[in-house]
């Protein structure tokens, strides 16, 4: 279906970026690596919210929710139910929120719009404040202390793990895409109803999506509790979810890579500006503004598709863009 | 005896406070079909106009809750138009994603805003009248009485507009269908427009109201939101009755809870989700509320 | 356009259904032999739309049943009907509007676990032969005109390979000359086989196609029979004008 000029324009610019992403560490000192290591954190956030929200239509506000059970769970098995083998307690974390989310997701079946949207801000606070108030088992405000997955001083390895799960992660999303499922996701989001009447079971692929996203949300999270050291309640606050939000739509709520882009451009811009202070949020909201009011697809597609634009003038078959209607008249016409 | 007394009535003024804020999201909601998810932004620069009407221009504190309620009138006026309006052509196919992603953005470049222009501590405005009604052993300041009357008054007077008043009429006729309001001569998007600005200016009047009692901070809104779509979905979306309701509900759970719980942390925390858990049971069992209508999807 | 058989395959008895106060189907039978081409008219608010998306799994009655093939049917989902045979389309098209033609088409296919890919696109492209759309297989549904979305809606029912179709409205608002090749279509569908059920205003189109018509009204079945004898039938004339003391007045 896609024209392969157009594919191996996006695929090209997402192998250069591959590369430069390689060898960052190489060229870098350790506060970069350190800012780079947190942005895939942001990044595995952000492609699994694109595939929950943007291809799947189902804008939830518990992601960070997700990540905190995961984080927390991984923690929590390590410090308090004496798991000592580190990856076992993280697959449990990761198990344990596929598990929750399937939960939320059938309760979520019959919302959407703003309905889905609030019923899942609710649990993700109701989350929230039970990890602050049982601050016997939490820590809660202060901060849970996390058992490191590496040790010695550098964030290298922690930087190619981060890198290592967001392309598993594009991949795995990806692959899914591509299949019926992924065709499946996409009229659920276009319009549910006609959907079922389509014969497609909206029930069974919505709890997968949910599935599948809370999932990733939990490595996110416990990929993040385990390379910082240090947990608290704060990962779950509207703003972090506003933040994730802002990413996904900057970078194109409808690309997975989009989505990947948008995160780390934004963080590496947040931390560039850091002597900035607040502003470089106040230029985040407007960002966020500007890019739904004027390029609702978010940047990198809107890049896409001016390169592609270019190219089309060119091209001797160039598709046309304008609306198709006029023509297709005529030709019932006769 | 008094103990519980004074619990009610400091839970009756929040909920006041509560129900006023809800009434505007509640308004917003039932016109346009958006949440507008930066109505907490809208409530904090409510409270900094009032407070910069009082020390720049010497109003009166009262006064300043005018001065703040117009202020954010025109905001939300000029929001709607330049951000919101693009949203009700053939252009924006998923309107409830737009929405929610607007106003979002619309949090975060005020509350950062106000954090670099004000300044992230704490600043107090003068008293609307300073002391103190007692009552036996009861003791409540004038603010907290004066700020729930004025929210009675704006809620009494809000009500009376949308059902005596010709445009309030012709903001609820666009509620309930906006095709039918088109039929008879009302222009929908005018409507949209006046509802927005007019939810500002509620949620900027509650911020005025309770500065005074609370103090400012540019994060200030952030806890009064999350009551706010909690009370309009236990109310019902688009009942202004329900937010009334459901707003004094909330303030005075809150105010028992935090009373009477023993334990401080578990008491807020747990007062607060309480809020969230009737949200999610309301959305499970009954989704349009005490008193709400059913939904309609944003066409 | 013969009845293959005197057994109906499709049996929706009793249908009730109420939203809130309102009742909106009070009492609804319909019964379908293989091969039928019937209409279902009635004022508004008599209950059609109502009817056809319980017959269509998309609502749950409230009373009654449904069996298909003997099948009982009467608590299953809208996607359980579609597999059983049951397609239809919507009174104003939902399309997948961010989705092109191809798309459209392959997802009610491919949602039979069975059919691949190829073969899933391989039917498509047929349909849109038969719908004379070919030329629009990449184009993305919501840049289509409202006639060809129309066709699209058709398509992508016929893409279940359905033994019943019910057709909401297909006649409405459509440009005169796209309205006889949807009916040309939906002859040549009868002629193939399809058993097709068509809810619509349009008398004379309606007419033109059926060979039963059902009448609604107030939730109920009132008449069932050949067009002509339905449209003369004083219940159904009733029902379409008022009440007689609104025509006195």
Redesign the interface.
Known sequence: ?AMPSRVSASVAVQGILLLLALLVPLASGPYWIHVGAIAWYYALLVASWTLL?GFA?Q?SFAHMAFAALGGYASSLLVLHLGVTYLPLAMVAGIVLAMVVGAMMGF?VL??????L???T???S??FR??L??E?QVTR?SLGLQVPRLFHGGSDVPYYYLGLGLVIAALLLMTLLLRT?VG??L??I???E???????????RYKLLVFVVTSGLAATAGIYYAHFIGILTPNMLI??EM?LV??MA?IGG?ESLPGAVIGAVIVFLLSETLREY???R??L???A??LV??FA?NGLFPLIERIGRGRRQTQAASA?PVA???PA??R???N | MNYFALLAINGLVIGLIYALTAAGLTLVFSVLRVVNFGHGALYMAGGYASYYAIGLLGLPPLAGVLAAMIALFAFGVLFERLVIQPMYGNEVERKDEYAIIVTFGLTILLSNLAIVVFGPFSKSPPPFLSGTLVIGSMILPFDRLIAALVAVVLLVGLMWFLARTALGQALDAVSQSRESAAVIGINPRRMYTIAFGLGSALAGGAGALIAPIFALSPSMGELPAVQAFIIIVIGGMGSIGGSIVGGILLGLVQGFGVGYLPDPNRALAYTQAFGALLLIVTLLFRPTGLFGRPHQRLE | MQTESRVPFFAAAGLAKHFGGIVAVADMSLHLHRGEIIGLIGPNGSGKTTTINMIAGALGPDAGSIAIDGIDMTRSPAHAFAHRGVARTFQVSRLFRRMTVMENLIVPALSNAATRRAAAEARARDVLAFLRLEHLAHEYARLLSGGQQKLLELGRALMLEPMLVLLDEPFAGVHPRLLGEIIEHIRKLNRDGLTIVIVDHNLDAIRSVVQRTVVMANGRKIADGAVEDVLRDPAVIHAYTGSRKALRG
């Open positions: 279906m929200a239509g804008f309760l019959r919302l959407s719009g703003p309905y949207a609030l019923f801000l609710a649990i606070e109701v404040l039970i602050i108030a601050e809660g019926r065709l499946f996409r009229a989001r276009e319009d109803g006609a959907a079922r009447a389509s014969g497609v079971n909206t029930t509207l703003p506003g939000i802002a739509v709520i202070g607040e502003w949020f106040v985040l909201g407007l966020l503004i739904q009011r609702r598709r609306p198709i209607a297709a008249e030709t019932h016409a």
